[in-house]
């Protein structure tokens, strides 16, 4: 007898499906193609140079190669963290080693925190729209989603209070450059979210992937971890952060953390144990040398190449795009979110933007969890030439354009 596949997966592993748009995207990979829909970095600016000396280095010192490629604890390698824990602190967040694990990505972060916090039924607040791949961790647990609308400087207040009253207790939050807007929190805002939070005794999971990659230089808005003053006590607080060095290294490093109040480290460490050990030893020593090495001057580098390629987006929308499209004016990260009139789905946009004009973003539809959005997309202007992002906004606009006129 052959074997029922389908009968013998479970339940929580059955709403894993692949994206409607993935087979649209993979023709966004030939060359001919400008392409708007990769939410990744520019491999233009990874640090090769660096992290060849590295890891050359790593290797031809016998001990040191040794230890980097053995086992190493679950928490993460002690300098590591502690590296992570001197540049919270930097920010204004005080906390300790133990608060801080290391984990495969943020992306790890989120299904750990997912398989922590969520099961099914339980309600988990996410912004409208929200980052995907969260989702996509979440939604394994089976959770309720609870969408609240995001202002141009936040979360709404109103809406957010009533999901803590309704009972609520997990939110899921980027305040810094989101994706796929780009959008930023105010300060005033960031202050009322983490006293709804404290008033409530809730959870804010915040999404820090971005915070670094602010085009005002420093990081200029603090992160709701440095203003959750009961986080201090290393027990203690509202605010759970993610961080990695995939934006600001290099992905293939898969090297993110989590830093909590040490009652959710401690049992996020037993799940390590149990799934994947730890990190990889080697990348893990390869990033805290990279990391010493390279920061802040690195950092500048990305903030002023990706500012330049935010420019030349924002700038050819305002002189192609037609009056009734509106799009966000982000401040950091990678992202231009785009508001079509409500007539003009933007999936089947892309399907003739790839077809017709050879050009691709993401619908924005996905980053919803109540299936709204049809006429939004996202716009990544990280990984092409300056030319090549004013022709797609062209292109782009002049599609829309016909499409109006239709």
Same mark, same amino acid.
């Not at 005002?216 to 709701?224: K, V």
């Given at each position: 007898?052959?074997?029922?596949?389908?009968?013998?997966?479970?339940?929580?592993?059955?709403?894993?499906?692949?994206?409607?748009?993935? !087979? /649209?995207?993979?023709?966004?990979?030939?060359?001919?193609?400008?392409?708007?829909?990769?939410?990744? &970095? !520019?491999?233009?600016?990874?640090?090769? !140079?660096?992290?060849?000396?590295?890891?050359? $280095?790593?290797?031809?010192?016998?001990?040191?190669?040794?230890?980097?490629?053995?086992?190493?604890?679950?928490?993460?390698?002690?300098?590591?963290?502690?590296?992570?824990?001197?540049?919270?602190?930097?920010?204004?967040?005080?906390?300790?080693?133990?608060?801080? /694990?290391?984990?495969? +990505?943020?992306?790890?972060?989120?299904?750990?925190?997912?398989?922590?916090?969520?099961?099914?039924?339980?309600?988990?607040?996410?912004?409208?729209?929200?980052?995907?791949?969260?989702?996509?961790?979440?939604?394994?647990?089976?959770?309720?989603?609870?969408?609240?609308?995001?202002?141009?400087?936040?979360?709404?207040?109103?809406?957010?209070?009533?999901?803590?009253?309704?009972?609520?207790?997990?939110?899921?939050?980027?305040?810094?450059?989101?994706?796929?807007?780009?959008?930023?929190?105010?300060?005033?805002?960031?202050?009322?979210?983490?006293?709804?939070?404290?008033?409530?005794?809730?959870?804010?999971?915040?999404?820090?992937?971005?915070?670094?990659?602010?085009?005002?230089?420093?990081?200029?808005? &603090?992160?709701?971890?440095?203003?959750?003053?009961?986080?201090? *006590?290393?027990?203690?607080?509202?605010?759970?952060?993610?961080?990695?060095?995939?934006?600001?290294?290099?992905?293939?490093?898969?090297?993110?953390?989590?830093?909590?109040?040490?009652?959710?480290?401690?049992?996020?460490?037993?799940?390590?144990?149990? +799934?994947?050990?730890?990190?990889?030893?080697?990348?893990?020593?390869?990033?805290?040398?990279?990391?010493?090495?390279?920061?802040?001057?690195?950092?500048?580098?990305?903030?002023?190449?990706?500012?330049?390629?935010? *420019?030349?987006?924002?700038?050819? /929308?305002?002189?192609?795009?037609?009056? *009734?499209?509106?799009?966000?004016?982000?401040?950091?990260?990678?992202?231009?979110?785009?508001?079509?009139?409500?007539?003009?789905?933007?999936?089947? /946009?892309?399907?003739? $933007?790839?077809? !017709?004009?050879?050009?691709?973003?993401?619908?924005?539809?996905?980053?919803?969890?109540?299936?709204?959005?049809?006429?939004?997309?996202?716009?990544?202007?990280?990984?092409?030439?300056?030319?090549?992002?004013? *022709?797609?906004?062209?292109?782009?606009?002049?599609?829309?354009?016909?499409?109006?006129?239709?």
């Amino acid at each position: 007898m052959s074997v029922s596949w389908n009968d013998l997966i479970a339940r929580d592993a059955r709403v894993l499906v692949a994206s409607e748009i993935r !087979d /649209l995207l993979k023709v966004a990979e030939r060359p001919e193609v400008i392409s708007f829909a990769g939410g990744v &970095p !520019d491999p233009d600016l990874f640090p090769v !140079d660096t992290f060849s000396e590295i890891y050359g $280095a790593m290797m031809q010192d016998g001990t040191q190669a040794r230890r980097s490629l053995q086992y190493s604890v679950s928490e993460g390698l002690p300098a590591l963290r502690q590296w992570i824990i001197d540049d919270l602190a930097d920010q204004g967040a005080t906390r300790t080693i133990d608060n801080v /694990l290391i984990t495969n +990505g943020a992306q790890q972060g989120l299904d750990i925190l997912a398989r922590l916090l969520l099961e099914e039924g339980r309600d988990l607040i996410v912004e409208k729209p929200s980052y995907l791949g969260a989702m996509q961790a979440f939604s394994t647990r089976l959770p309720n989603y609870v969408g609240v609308d995001a202002e141009e400087d936040g979360p709404v207040l109103s809406q957010l209070e009533d999901a803590f009253a309704n009972g609520a207790r997990v939110a899921y939050v980027a305040p810094d450059f989101q994706n796929p807007t780009g959008r930023s929190w105010s300060v005033a805002r960031r202050k009322a979210v983490l006293e709804l939070a404290r008033r409530y005794g809730a959870v804010l999971l915040e999404d820090a992937a971005y915070s670094k990659l602010s085009y005002n230089g420093a990081e200029s808005l &603090p992160s709701l971890l440095s203003l959750d003053e009961q986080g201090s *006590d290393p027990a203690s607080g509202n605010v759970i952060q993610l961080g990695t060095f995939s934006k600001t290294l290099a992905p293939a490093l898969r090297i993110g953390w989590v830093c909590a109040p040490r009652p959710v480290i401690d049992k996020l460490v037993l799940m390590m144990q149990a +799934g994947n050990l730890h990190v990889s030893t080697v990348n893990q020593e390869a990033a805290l040398r990279a990391a010493k090495k390279l920061f802040p001057g690195h950092l500048e580098k990305l903030r002023a190449s990706y500012r330049t390629k935010r *420019d030349v987006m924002l700038q050819t /929308l305002a002189e192609t795009m037609p009056g *009734d499209v509106s799009w966000t004016k982000p401040e950091g990260g990678m992202f231009v979110w785009l508001t079509l009139p409500e007539h003009i789905n933007a999936r089947q /946009l892309l399907e003739e $933007a790839l077809e !017709d004009v050879h050009f691709a973003f993401v619908p924005g539809q996905a980053f919803f969890t109540d299936g709204s959005g049809k006429n939004t997309a996202r716009l990544s202007f990280s990984t092409e030439k300056v030319d090549r992002i004013k *022709d797609g906004i062209t292109r782009l606009a002049d599609l829309i354009k016909r499409k109006d006129n239709q």
